[in-house]
């Protein structure tokens, strides 16, 4: 008895579902620090440069929007990154079953506090992916002191917005920085101490 089958034609919609899925994939790749950060300018508003540190930065004149951010968040609240407009905007992607997520975690907990009680403009923003469960989500914040709102995304469709070619969180965990004006200023693939989470911010921070 064969136990062959003949192939399955797909229709038009199913070959552009596995198209978007392996397009999602691929932007959440797990390889930190991967891409194309040679400190070179890179395709549209990549004149950027990459520190031994492994974060990149971008001169003002050089930076390029970043795009808008919104939907549900963790705690089934809404909230939209344009909004934020004005403010230093720190954007960290996490997932609770990223271990590399979790090592970096206390030290967002502790910046994030230490800004806000000294009164500096600048605003926390998670992007929470892969996760299948809010749930889980939820214990993580609760066990590293997150008080800042998470964009719930497990798909990673966020992630896809950012412009091609610009600094964007093709990993996880990623953190990128924005200025005043809504432009991205700094960017790292990999995680980051209390000392390196400065050094991305106050930078940005204490430009006029």
């Known amino acids: 008895m064969s136990l062959s089958r003949a192939p399955r034609r797909r229709s038009p919609s199913g070959r552009a579902l596995l198209l978007t ?5 691929g932007a959440l790749t797990l390889t930190a620090c991967s891409g194309s ?8 508003g990549g004149n950027y440069v990459t520190g031994a540190s ?6 003002k004149e050089e930076r390029v929007e970043a795009p808008k951010l919104d939907g549900e968040t963790v705690d089934d609240g809404t909230l939209d990154t344009t909004t934020l407009k004005g403010k230093v905007v720190v954007l960290n992607v996490w997932g609770s079953w990223c271990p590399p997520c979790r090592n970096e975690a206390r ?3 502790q910046v994030s506090k230490e ?5 500096k403009d600048v605003a926390f923003v998670g992007i929470n992916t892969r996760d299948n469960s ?25 992630m896809l917005r950012f412009p091609k070619g610009a600094l964007n969180p093709n990993a996880i965990p990623s953190t990128i920085v924005l200025d005043r004006e809504g432009k ?16 991305m911010i106050d930078p940005v921070l204490a430009e006029q």
């Not at 950060?37 to 549209?44: N, R």
């Not at 889980?136 to 590293?144: G, V």
């Not at 991205?184 to 050094?199: G, H, K, M, V, Y």
């Open 107 to 109: 030290y967002f907990a």
């Open 54 to 59: 492994g974060i990149s930065t971008v001169s």
């Open 134 to 158: 809010k749930q889980n989500a939820i214990a993580f914040e609760e066990d590293y002191g997150i008080t800042y709102p998470s964009l719930y995304d497990p798909a990673g469709k966020l």
């Open 184 to 199: 991205i200023a700094a960017r790292t693939l990999a995680p980051i101490n209390d000392e390196q989470l400065r050094s």
């Open 37 to 44: 950060d040679s400190g070179k300018p890179t395709g549209t």
């Open 115 to 119: 800004l806000a009680d000294a009164g």
């Open 21 to 25: 899925a392996a397009t999602v994939a």
